[in-house]
């Protein structure tokens, strides 16, 4: 039998066999995460069976599972764009009451991230580089880039990364579901897509804005630029009158897809200790940002004039997209949840970058 010769893809060699599989790995647990009816299960179900192939070292046609890491880049501006087509002047003024949550960020991302650093530090034995970058609330990406660069333990820190973002849109729609008597999110069948349908001009706009964004984003060095340059770039589309329209939902669950292949692969190599290491560390990180969550929407709902559902959900530290669905389901304002997770990733990435000095010392 003769072998596929390796395709080249984004800088690197990969067997189109293994691709090909895990890409339909990927797809098959989208879909029964999907009819299960989990929380974002485009990106659950990628994640949990990739990861678990990766995990055990399943072998395709004598290749591990494997996906072009880079794709991503190419798909998370979606998602920025996505968020930002839900700006309308209507946010401008609520911004005036808003900024005691926005000003308690400054608090909550120092709080979160110190904390999770003892805990990872005294509790795991974690080096200081792992524990630093394992310990930033947002920016996920940025994490694992500024990680890798900085001598972190890679393995751990994506699986803490990671375990941190699934834990979190597993907790806390669970939570609300139990306050609220049913389903929210995404396994309440709401979509993250908004506006009026989409056109050829439209697309020729939004693809503008995500391009652009993220190119801007990268040159005046913007935290997180991959999602928060579009967020900004579409959000001053949309409130400039030029597009009222939104990607379609088929699109944000492709990137979903996508970015769920790339973390799913990540977890070759890893053993049962760290593991198991990486699940306890994270159910005392999460119950500590949870937690203080939760204190910080009893002390600020008042002030804001927001419910306490939607201040916990503007600082949870899980993802943009999905805290932003149980919004919707919850009839809480979307864009006030997604502007203080957008706002949570730049402070959470900047926080990070000014505590790096500190590591080698």
Same mark, same amino acid.
């Given at each position: 039998?003769?072998?596929?010769?390796?395709?080249?893809?984004?800088?690197?060699?990969?067997?189109?066999?293994?691709?090909?599989?895990?890409?339909?790995?990927?797809?098959?647990?989208?879909?029964?995460?999907?009819?299960?009816?989990?929380?974002?299960?485009?990106?659950?179900?990628?994640?949990?069976?990739?990861?678990?192939?990766?995990?055990?070292?399943?072998?395709?046609?004598?290749?591990?599972?494997?996906?072009?890491?880079?794709?991503?880049?190419?798909?998370?501006?979606?998602?920025?764009?996505?968020?930002?087509?839900?700006?309308?002047?209507?946010?401008?003024?609520?911004?005036?009451?808003?900024?005691?949550?926005?000003?308690?960020?400054?608090?909550?991302?120092?709080?979160?991230?110190?904390?999770?650093?003892?805990?990872?530090?005294?509790?795991?034995?974690?080096?200081?580089?792992?524990?630093?970058?394992?310990?930033?609330?947002?920016?996920?990406?940025?994490?694992?880039?500024?990680?890798?660069?900085?001598?972190a333990?890679?393995?751990?820190?994506?699986?803490?990364?990671?375990l941190?973002?699934?834990?979190?849109?597993?907790?806390?729609?669970?939570?609300?579901?139990?306050?609220?008597?049913?389903?929210?999110?995404?396994?309440s069948?709401?979509?993250?897509?908004?506006?009026?349908p989409?056109?050829?001009?439209?697309?020729?706009? #939004?693809? *503008?804005?995500?391009? %652009? =964004? /993220?190119?801007?984003? +990268?040159?005046?060095?913007?935290?997180? $630029?991959?999602?928060? @340059?579009?967020?900004?770039?579409?959000?001053?589309?949309?409130?400039?009158?030029?597009t009222?329209?939104?990607?379609?939902?088929?699109?944000?669950?492709?990137?979903?897809?996508?970015?769920?292949?790339?973390?799913?692969?990540?977890?070759?190599?890893?053993?049962?200790?760290?593991?198991g290491?990486?699940?306890?560390?994270?159910?005392?990180?999460?119950?500590?940002?949870?937690?203080?969550?939760? #204190?910080? *929407?009893?002390?600020? %709902? =008042? /002030?804001?004039?927001? +419910?306490?559902?939607?201040v916990?959900? $503007?600082?949870?530290? @899980?993802?943009?997209?999905?805290?932003?669905?149980?919004?919707?389901?919850?009839?809480?304002?979307?864009?006030?949840?997604?502007?203080?997770?957008?706002?949570?990733?730049?402070?959470?990435?900047?926080?990070?970058?000014?505590?790096?000095?500190?590591?080698?010392?």
């Open positions: 039998m003769i072998h596929p010769r390796p395709i080249h893809l984004l800088g690197k060699d990969y067997d189109p066999i293994a691709l090909a599989a895990t890409t339909l790995i990927g797809l098959a647990g989208a879909l029964l995460a999907l009819w299960i009816g989990t929380p974002l299960p485009w990106l659950f179900g990628p994640v949990v069976v990739v990861g678990l192939a990766a995990f055990f070292g399943l072998k395709i046609d004598g290749e591990p599972v494997q996906f072009p890491v880079r794709a991503r880049y190419f798909f998370v501006p979606i998602i920025g764009v996505a968020i930002g087509a839900s700006m309308t002047p209507d946010v401008l003024r609520d911004l005036s009451r808003w900024w005691p949550s926005l000003a308690a960020l400054l608090v909550f991302v120092p709080l979160a991230h110190i904390g999770g650093y003892v805990i990872f530090r005294r509790v795991g034995g974690l080096d200081r580089q792992t524990a630093w970058f394992s310990s930033m609330p947002g920016g996920l990406i940025e994490a694992l880039a500024m990680g890798e660069q900085h001598g333990d890679m393995r751990m820190l994506n699986l803490l990364q990671f941190r973002l699934i834990v979190c849109i597993l907790i806390v729609p669970t939570a609300f579901m139990l306050l609220k008597g049913g389903a929210v999110g995404s396994a069948g709401v979509r993250l897509e908004a506006g009026a989409l056109t050829i001009a439209d697309a020729f706009i #939004l693809i *503008g804005a995500g391009v %652009s =964004g /993220l190119l801007l984003g +990268r040159k005046i060095g913007l935290p997180a $630029a991959l999602i928060t @340059g579009p967020i900004l770039m579409s959000g001053a589309a949309h409130l400039a009158g030029l009222a329209a939104a990607p379609p939902a088929w699109m944000v669950s492709m990137t979903q897809l996508v970015v769920g292949l790339t973390l799913g692969i990540r977890f070759a190599g890893l053993d049962r200790r760290e593991v290491l990486g699940v306890m560390l994270t159910a005392m990180t999460v119950t500590l940002t949870l937690g203080l969550a939760v #204190l910080f *929407g009893i002390i600020l %709902s =008042g /002030l804001v004039a927001e +419910r306490i559902e939607a916990v959900l $503007a600082f949870a530290p @899980g993802g943009v997209v999905e805290m932003s669905l149980i919004a919707i389901s919850l009839e809480i304002s979307v864009i006030y949840v997604a502007l203080h997770h957008v706002a949570r990733i730049l402070l959470a990435v900047t926080f990070g970058k000014m505590g790096v000095a500190r590591l080698s010392e």
